[in-house]
């Protein structure tokens, strides 16, 4: 890791401690909402914060959190030459396209699987990236690498991960891809194990919360304890594909 990068150990140890039933949710969300602050907040009216927001855009997740969060005219001026940005490049591609016969679309096609046409490639590009996403991934995958330093360099941290809830599946895909490329054997050895037994514990005992829940809706069992199955549809929700679903809208305090 390049030594000039911020470590997000304090960060990191707190969301393993949190509770949450995934620590990179639990950040996720933090810079998620700092993101969408900075953005609606002042910075809006800065000229390269704009000139990002115009090239970058939104995606809709991000898009319908702004909306939600509040502050129509920080909204209206993001809005206004972001769609600038947009029509200039659409009348482009608009005023160079060719349309092709069916039969050498189906070559064109082949060569370039995903292309379809100029214009449609044009748009799907505009839509892959985010301002918001890109601000958040940036932090998120410098977490990903304090989680393996502080495997490498702090001997009590796969106790700390050990005794957390583990991670979400989504999350979980990162974490394992990023210490099967940058942990060494022996580091790998020691982690894997920790991570693979854990995985496993903890999405058992999601699903026993589920299965509870639903057979709590039998009326034999109506007057029995719900244990941990109240809030299980949420936290399974979360385990399986990330996020917080129950979450209250994020909304600007002003
Ligand atoms: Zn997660
Ligand atoms: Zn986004």
Known sequence: MNMEEKLYTIELHDALVSG???????????????????????????????????????????????????????????????????????????????????SMFGKFRKKEPDSGTSVGAWIRKEESHCYVCGRVDETYRRVIDTFLYQVKNEKDFLKLVK??????????????????QGLGKKEQD????VLFEQMNRELDRIQEDIDWLIEKYDYLNKDKDWK????????TMQKLVGG???????????
């Open 20 to 102: 949450d039933e995934c620590p990179f949710c639990y950040l996720e969300r933090d810079l998620e909402q700092k993101a969408i602050e900075f953005v609606l907040g002042s910075s809006y009216m800065e000229s390269d914060t704009r000139d990002q927001t115009d090239r970058k855009g939104f995606c809709r997740r991000h898009t319908k959190m702004m909306y939600d969060y509040g502050n129509s005219l920080g909204n209206a001026w993001i809005l206004k030459t972001r769609m600038k940005h947009v029509r200039e490049g659409l009348k482009k591609e608009m005023a160079g396209f060719k349309a092709e016969p069916a």
């Open 163 to 180: 005794e957390s809830k583990g991670f979400c599946v989504h999350h979980f895909a990162d974490l394992v891809d990023a210490c099967g």
């Open 190 to 193: 020691a982690v894997f194990p």
């Open 228 to 235: 941990n199955s109240r809030d299980a549809v949420q936290r």
């Open 244 to 254: 917080h679903p129950a979450d209250p809208v994020f909304r600007s305090q002003k």
